[in-house]
């Protein structure tokens, strides 16, 4: 029986590895998985909860985003796994191949597949329009972005436009906790006097605090990435590779 749109979706950042975020998201009885890292605690938590696993979605075909679903797959067999079709070959055991435009649903909520390259050649992101909510891999990050290993400028350029226009209050569900380092190094490029440098000081000293509490810095929100993520504010494609080359050899 589908989840009733009534009850409230939740959404948990589940924390594994070194620094990545895997999300759990239910409604009632069902379950879904965003970028599974790795299986056995995701197992023992669904398992404790009584969830149902009914889907994962796959937002890229790097290890630590996959390494867990063949054997989630194993665990729960009906379980659907959402991919872009184009990486097919990089994640073979996808059931269920989107591309851009794509709209699923799952929990009862809409989700629309929006391809972001760049950070990987395939990536997708997941919006639901409803909840607000929008999982983005690793095409960004809280002040950041991701790595250019197969996309060129002008594709992560244009990834990180797209997203941000989304709604203010849209919910930006990154996959690693990189926070603190992004808005360190943000503050080095800055200087004392811009009224941005206060803006990012402040972000800065909330995400330590939400640290040391032991709690994760995500999600952000749209509306604070245009405001304190330089990436994202960046002028041009050109103007993004310089910010990244920079922030690629950054030792802060």
Known sequence: ????PAAPLQIEAVPVLDDN??????????AVLV???????????????QLQLVAVLQTHHHHDHIG???????RWPRCRVVAAAADRSRIPFQTD???????????GEPITVLAVPGHTRAHVAYHLPNSGDLFVGDTM??????????????????????????????RIWCAHEYSAANLRWAVEQVPAADPLRVALDQRLQQVEQLRRQGQPSVPS????????NLFVRSSSPAALAELRRHKDHWRG
């Open 221 to 228: 929100t749209v509306a604070a990435e245009r405001a304190t």
């Open 97 to 107: 191949p989107v591309a851009d435009g794509d709209r699923l649903s799952l929990l």
């Open 141 to 170: 990050f809280v002040a950041g972005c991701g790595r250019l290993f197969e996309g060129t400028p002008e594709q992560l350029w244009q990834a990180l436009q797209r997203l941000t226009a989304l709604p203010p209050d849209t």
């Open 1 to 4: 029986m589908a989840p009733s």
């Open 21 to 30: 975020y895997v999300f759990l998201l239910s409604r009632g009885s069902e």
């Open 35 to 49: 970028d599974p890292a790795v299986a056995p605690p995701l197992i023992e938590r669904l398992e404790q909860r």
């Open 68 to 74: 867990g679903t063949p054997e989630l797959q194993r």
